[in-house]
Each structure stands twice: as structure tokens, then as C-alpha cells.
């Protein structure tokens, strides 16, 4: 009788784990299926007042430097406190030819003269959701009945990337880059600079640079002052 009363104890006690289990993999799937694609709006590139030009190419650069400001352009709220910072790129190609920007010779350097690579979008999303299987759903943007256009964390900040994009002549073109900081407290950008050794053009392989770029300009006086 007491091992059938154990028995019992375990079984009631499994069950109420694989419920728990359930419950959480359901809030994962919802929070997964209801990520929402923001659109960044691009304003005429003399309006960012941290900007560079060399020969026909202007460079501007607009820090994203607190959550509630990364909250506009991605659907996850803390990113800066969780260590990331995105930066987002404009550049206007008022020459002839067609160039590439390669994001993996881009550098930030910061007030202390520190190096910041960019990090991958792939291991960006991977970090944020911790694996939680958000990007294995399909990639592809979908529309809900409200019009929201939805899609997976991965998804977005993989179309939002600058990454090795190519600038056609006469256009603007913009995406974001992604550093990571472990002191998320301070303020990435405050006194760094954003360095890019050079653009190719197509074919040629030509150079055209280096652009640096200063952010203070582009942040406000307590932010750029912050610690």
C-alpha cells in the first residue's frame, strides 16, 4: 500500500512538472510569434549632426545609446542594459560607381582608446533568447490581421545589418551596427568614434576613405558627458 502511495505521489508529481514545462515552451512560442518588426525612418543625412564626407561619400552615424531609444527600432526592451549598443549607419553615394562597405574592418574606438569589433547579428539573437528555439520558426516577415508586421528576432536584426551591403551610385543606403559592451552601466558611445578604413568600389576594388566619425556630436551634453 505505501508503494502504491508513492507511486501516486510520484505520477501527481511529474504530471504538475510536464505542465509547468507546457506552460513555459507556450509563453516562449507566443513571445516568438508576436515580435514585432519596427521600421527606422532615414532623415536626409545633413540632419545627423555626427557625419563625415570623403571625396563624393558622406557617412553619418546615429547612436542608439539607451534602451528606450533601441526600444524604437527593435521589439526587445533593455538591449543596451543587456550589454548592446547598435549604431545606426547612413551613407550617401553621390558618386558614379557602385561600392561595398565590409562591416568586418569597421572599428569603434572608444574614450579609453579601446577597439570594439561589431558582433554578428546570428550571435546577437543567439545571446538575447539564450537558444530558446524564437529562430527556429521560419524567417520570413508575416502581417497580422492589425497589419504589424511580425517576424523573428534573428530575421530582424539580420535585415536591419549593415553588413558587407552593396551602395548603389546616387542612393542612400543605412543599416545597423552592433558592439557589446561588458559594462552596459557606461556609455558605450560617449567620447568613441566610429572608424571605417575604406569602401571598394565594385569591381575595381579602389578605396575610398578612411571615414572617422566622432558620436558626441550626436549625443545629448549629460550623455556624452555620462561615465
Not at 518588426?37 to 546615429?62: N, Q, W
Not at 562591416?103 to 546577437?124: D, G, K, Y
Not at 543605412?174 to 559592451?181: A, H, I, M, Q, Y
Amino acid at each position: 500500500m505505501i508503494q502504491i502511495k508513492e507511486l501516486c505521489y510520484y505520477s501527481a508529481a511529474m504530471k504538475r512538472r510536464l505542465s509547468i514545462l507546457w506552460l513555459a515552451f507556450g509563453v516562449i512560442a507566443l513571445m516568438a510569434s508576436d515580435y514585432q518588426m519596427k521600421t527606422v525612418k532615414v532623415l536626409p543625412i545633413e540632419s545627423y549632426p555626427a557625419r563625415t564626407t570623403v571625396g563624393a561619400i558622406t557617412i553619418a552615424a546615429d547612436p542608439y545609446e539607451t534602451d528606450e531609444k533601441s526600444y524604437t527600432a527593435f521589439d526587445v526592451k533593455k538591449l543596451n542594459s543587456q550589454g548592446y549598443f547598435p549604431l545606426h549607419v547612413i551613407i550617401q553615394n553621390t558618386s558614379q560607381e557602385f561600392l561595398l562597405v565590409r562591416t568586418r574592418n569597421i572599428v569603434l574606438i572608444t574614450e579609453s582608446a579601446q577597439q570594439v569589433f561589431t558582433i554578428p547579428t546570428a550571435v546577437l539573437a543567439e545571446d538575447l533568447f539564450k537558444g530558446s528555439s524564437l529562430d527556429k520558426m521560419s524567417e520570413k516577415a508575416r502581417e497580422d490581421s492589425s497589419s504589424r508586421k511580425l517576424g523573428t528576432p534573428l530575421s530582424d536584426f539580420t535585415e536591419k545589418d549593415l553588413t558587407n551591403k552593396l551602395l548603389e551610385p546616387g542612393k542612400v543606403s543605412d543599416g545597423f551596427l552592433f558592439f557589446f559592451t561588458p559594462d552596459p552601466k557606461k556609455n558605450l558611445f560617449a567620447g568613441s568614434t566610429l572608424f571605417i578604413p575604406k569602401l571598394e568600389e565594385e569591381g575595381t576594388r579602389k578605396s575610398v576613405g578612411p571615414f572617422s566619425i566622432p558620436l558626441n556630436p550626436a549625443l545629448s551634453p549629460a550623455k556624452s558627458e555620462a561615465k
